[in-house]
């Protein structure tokens, strides 16, 4: 069976400096991938997702993430942290038996600090 | 503008009541879906749908009701049965149901007073 592990519930930078969000799959078959982010009260927007072309797949607002199999990592960065990117952001793996259901990570809350 | 619509944003209900949460797209999506989302956790799905008249439950469908009799349109009806009501319900879709990225509407608040 398939699922995901965020390994941090909280991370905290400052404004400008880089963001790591972490992310740890398990699936027998190579799998799609997500990440979505959620602002307060707010739905889902996704951010970028992976489907086994390119490893290193990049999405919007400055964020990529790289897909590395021998580690079932799919890691989530972003160079410089804006204000704007504090938000709750879900890992996400496809279901492989092709039913259409996505299977959420508990998800990692980013604070953004002046 | 393509997207999902759900309505209405907030919900108050009393215990005992059943309501009904409308979910709306016009992206001519096939699969639609619902979740359900607590405080500190990810989405947990109740139901979902792959083509009209047809949907399969989800983690958690217990307490939860659904009919789709129109391609555009997925609502959820909360029963009295669902102990713990009080949530943020999410809507998505997606092209073919088959893996691929879901598209989320803006949620409903459900309070049970």
């Known amino acids: 069976a398939q699922s995901v592990t965020q390994l941090d519930s909280h991370v905290s930078v400052s404004e400008g400096t880089p963001v790591l969000l972490r992310c740890n799959y398990s699936?027998?078959?190579?799998?799609?991938l997500f990440w979505y982010v959620q602002h307060p009260n707010k739905g889902l927007q996704l951010l970028l997702k992976y489907t086994s072309a390119a490893t290193l797949v990049k999405g919007i607002n400055g964020f990529e993430a790289e897909f590395k199999k021998s580690e079932t990592s799919f890691h989530l960065t972003k160079p410089s942290a804006h204000m704007s990117d504090a938000a709750e952001y879900f890992c996400v793996v496809s279901d492989q038996r092709n039913t259409g259901k996505l299977i959420f990570g508990q998800g990692t809350t980013l604070q953004v600090k002046p | 503008d393509g997207g999902i619509t759900q309505s209405p944003k907030y919900l108050f209900r009393k215990e005992g009541q059943n309501v009904t949460l409308s979910c709306e797209q016009n992206l001519n999506h096939d699969a639609m879906y619902w979740y359900r989302q607590d405080p500190g956790q990810g989405l947990r799905l109740i139901y979902y749908s792959q083509i009209v008249n047809d949907f399969q439950k989800g983690d958690i469908a217990e307490g939860y009701s659904v009919s789709r009799e129109k391609k555009e349109s997925f609502p959820l009806t909360v029963t009295s049965a669902q102990k713990n009501p009080t949530a943020f319900y999410l809507c998505?879709?997606?092209?073919?149901?088959?893996?691929?990225?879901?598209?989320f509407g803006p949620g409903t608040r459900l309070t049970v007073l």
């Open positions: 699936s027998s078959y190579s799998p799609s």
């Open positions: 998505a879709s997606s092209i073919l149901g088959t893996g691929d990225e879901q598209f």
